[in-house]
């Protein structure tokens, strides 16, 4: 599932990075933990992630970007932040800026080396009748957006958003809304789906964060929407982790035991991404198999993977 990873490795591996962080206050709450893990080393404490916008002008060396984070449950509300480095030996350490999303298809914002991305609450409940429709349209134009912007050396990770409770509150929900928490949830697995499968085909990562979290719904909020401080560094952790196997980068190897049976298998995925897209086909002349074990006699050709485009042998 993930490595453990401490105050040095970060440093190391993101050492004079651009990382951008896109999403709602999911997102919010993991890119205070990368910044806190980057300065502290420690878990963020539960009152800081609770603060947002104009409650917290600077967050371990970032800062609030002027005409924005004043609060408002609107759709309208806007918040960048931007660190580089809290000043001492991290001054000019990395860049790393957060833009709070309440849409997916947002402006552009140079040329990173790593984009986070993470939106799906805010543009599936909050913009009317049309807004699952125009989240399907809007992931498409905003991939399009960073390929065509963006060289093949930025790396994109689209985070699957984690998964709500049946009851939940917060600056999401106004009033008029109450009749959509039923189906809350239903519509963040749906959307999550589509969004994996349509960052898949351009080509870019998907983390499931959604997977992941399903078995830490212990640790999740009173608000039903977030995350206990832990719950977020494990988040993190797994965005790491993917994020150092995608670059083939050695992993810290702090995760214990004989075996990380997860960890493994996220090291099949990424290779079998590395390796490309594959079809099942059947040979004729590589023997048969039986059917099923109700149909005596009845038999098909071996199936076997070859990878599209390759010619047969």
């Known amino acids: 599932m993930a490595d453990i990873f401490l105050k040095e490795d970060v440093r190391k ?60 449950p609107g759709r309208n509300y806007r918040e960048v932040r931007e660190y580089e480095g809290s000043g001492g030996a991290m001054r ?52 399009n957006l960073i390929r065509s912007t963006f060289p093949s050396t930025t790396q994109l990770i689209w985070l699957t958003s984690p998964p709500i409770s049946v009851d939940v509150w917060g600056g999401l929900v106004v009033k008029g ?56 560094r494990l988040q993190l952790n797994i965005i790491l982790t993917h994020f150092c196997l995608a670059r083939k980068l050695a992993l810290p190897g702090r995760w214990g035991g004989a075996r990380n049976r997860p960890l493994e298998s996220a090291e099949k995925i990424a290779k079998a991404a590395d390796e490309g897209p594959v079809e099942i086909v059947r040979e004729e002349d590589e023997g048969k198999r039986k059917k099923s074990m109700d149909d005596e006699g009845s038999e098909e050709p071996l199936a076997k993977k070859r990878k599209l485009g390759e010619e047969w042998s």
């Not at 420690?42 to 917290?56: E, F």
């Not at 999303?101 to 543009?123: E, M, N, V």
């Not at 349509?198 to 640790?219: E, P, R, S």
């Open 92 to 143: 000019d350490f990395m860049f790393a800026t957060y833009c709070f999303l309440t849409k997916c298809y947002s402006r552009k914002h140079g040329s990173p080396d790593l984009i986070i991305i993470l939106s799906a609450l805010w543009d599936i409940n909050r913009w009317g009748p049309a807004g699952i429709p125009n989240y399907i349209k809007n992931c498409r134009k905003f991939l």
């Open 177 to 232: 809304m109450e009749f959509q928490k039923r189906s809350m949830r239903f519509n963040v697995m749906e959307g999550n789906l589509m969004v994996a499968q349509t960052t898949a085909a351009f080509g870019y990562d998907v983390v499931d964060l959604h997977y992941w979290m399903t078995h830490q719904i212990h640790k999740r909020m009173p608000d039903g929407i977030h995350w206990t401080q832990d719950a977020v």
């Open 13 to 72: 591996h993101f050492k004079g990075k651009k990382v951008i962080f896109m999403g709602d206050s999911i997102m919010r709450n993991i890119y205070q933990d990368f910044l806190y893990l980057l300065e502290k080393g420690d878990l963020t404490p539960h009152s800081l992630l609770r603060k947002k916008g104009v409650q917290i002008e600077s967050f371990e060396g970032d800062h609030l970007l002027e005409g924005t984070g004043e609060l408002t």
